[in-house]
């Protein structure tokens, strides 16, 4: 109902987002045409603005969108300017937003409707920069038995009950998820998903037995063909 205590997360504040912004700007100079200070980066699903506040401490240009009124209004005031309330899915904030050269959805996508991941995944190959890239960490499955999918107006059962707490309405395997965003024009980026985690295998805090959810399999980039 939008009221702020109703909204828990999933990442209200986070410190990790200072190394992952981090590993982002070491990568940043690597893509075509891109400086790292004039990196149009766009967060989405920013919650609170954690990762853009971090982002641009990193000295990266990044911006957040939420269609959430309550997760925007916990953001703190350093970084709130940086925060808009919006649907990236309509064509008249995707015509006002300015292309981005990186866009980056942290513990996003399992929390849409699969049969809203289409049109999300189109809304964000659309404010895309020609060549430019999805950073995503979803929660996944490892093997094709456990995908779990929702629909609206799911009655919770014993046995699914536990997704309550999280919010996860669509859990699939790893190569799902490449599958899904390929079929509306991506083409999987290995070399940079290599990359970004060997940096963070090297940070001893953001090792997966700490933070399970930044395993490797949980990591896909994509790339909007130039």
Avoid at 40 to 55: E, K, M, R, Y
Wanted: glycine share 8%.
């Amino acid at each position: 109902d939008g009221r702020k205590a109703t909204y828990y997360g999933p990442a209200r504040e986070w410190d990790g987002f200072a190394y992952v912004a981090n590993v982002l700007g070491e990568l940043l100079p690597d893509i075509p045409g891109v400086a790292k200070e004039g990196t149009q980066v766009l967060d989405i699903g920013c919650g609170t603005g954690s990762f853009v506040h971090h982002a641009r401490m990193a000295g990266i240009n990044a911006r957040g969108v939420d269609i959430s009124e309550a997760a925007i209004s916990f953001a703190h005031e350093r970084v709130r300017p940086f925060l808009a309330v919006a649907d990236v899915c309509r064509p008249d904030i995707q015509a006002r937003l300015p292309k981005a050269q990186v866009v980056t959805a942290w513990d996003f996508w399992e929390h849409v409707w699969s049969d809203d991941v289409e049109a999300l995944a189109k809304a964000v190959y659309a404010i895309l920069a020609s060549g430019g890239y999805l950073f995503s960490i979803i929660c996944t499955r490892s093997i094709p038995e456990q995908d779990w999918v929702l629909s609206r107006g799911v009655r919770f059962t014993k046995e699914n009950s536990w997704l309550l707490c999280s919010g996860h309405v669509t859990i699939h395997r790893w190569g799902m998820w490449v599958e899904r965003f390929c079929r509306v024009g991506f083409k999987p980026a290995y070399e940079m998903m290599s990359r970004f985690q060997v940096a963070l295998a090297e940070e001893p805090s953001m090792s997966a037995d700490k933070i399970p959810s930044w395993s490797p399999r949980h990591l896909v980039v994509m790339q909007k063909p130039a």
